[in-house]
């Protein structure tokens, strides 16, 4: 059963595609190698973002047992950095593929 659009109604996503033609912008499809690379690319981050949640609260746990706030304080931090460290790796990595 196909659905039919009345004339003059579009979806908000047609509307962003003319709207994105009418400034000249591309939009460039991807091959099917290309998504491989990019599905590959994030669920290796997901992994390594997990392997770092897992880490992390091990040890987050052990210090709040012992209420060190100055090392909690501590640890979310390096734990924050770390993900930010992996998701900005994971974006250059998804930029690079895509460029290639």
């Not at 509307?15 to 994030?42: F, H, P, V, Y």
């Not at 949640?53 to 734990?79: G, H, Q, S, Y």
């Given at each position: 059963?196909?659905?039919?659009?009345?004339?003059?109604?579009?979806?908000?996503?047609?509307?962003?595609?003319?709207?994105?033609?009418?400034?000249?912008?591309?939009?460039?499809?991807l091959?099917?190698?290309?998504k491989a690379?990019?599905?590959?690319?994030?669920?290796?981050?997901?992994?390594?973002?997990?392997?770092?949640?897992?880490?992390?609260?091990?040890?987050?746990?052990?210090?709040?047992?012992?209420?060190?706030?100055?090392?909690?304080?501590?640890?979310?931090?390096?734990?924050?950095?770390?993900?930010?460290?992996?998701?900005?790796?994971?974006?250059?990595?998804?930029?690079?593929?895509?460029?290639?």
């Amino acid at each position: 059963m196909a659905e039919t659009k009345q004339a003059g109604l579009k979806s908000s996503f047609d509307l962003a595609m003319e709207r994105m033609a009418q400034r000249g912008e591309n939009i460039t499809t991807l091959s099917d190698e290309k998504k491989a690379a990019l599905a590959e690319i994030g669920r290796r981050t997901k992994a390594k973002i997990a392997e770092v949640e897992i880490l992390f609260d091990k040890k987050l746990a052990e210090v709040r047992a012992a209420n060190d706030t100055e090392k909690t304080a501590k640890l979310e931090e390096e734990k924050r950095a770390e993900i930010r460290r992996l998701q900005s790796r994971d974006e250059e990595e998804r930029r690079k593929a895509r460029d290639a």
